[in-house]
């Protein structure tokens, strides 16, 4: 429960960097190709 806390708080804290860092992942993992055809 602590640790879910502590990431929510770093979402949250760095909500421009975290979700920019996470789009490019997710963007890797399903294939960037579907995207950036």
Not at 2 to 31: K, M, N, Q
Request: proline fraction near 0%; aromatic fraction near 22%; hydrophobic fraction near 55%.
């Amino acid at each position: 429960m602590a640790s879910c806390v502590f990431v929510f708080y770093i979402l949250e804290f760095f909500d421009e960097d975290i979700t920019a860092i996470l789009h490019a992942l997710f963007t890797l993992r399903t294939g960037a190709r579907n995207y950036y055809a």
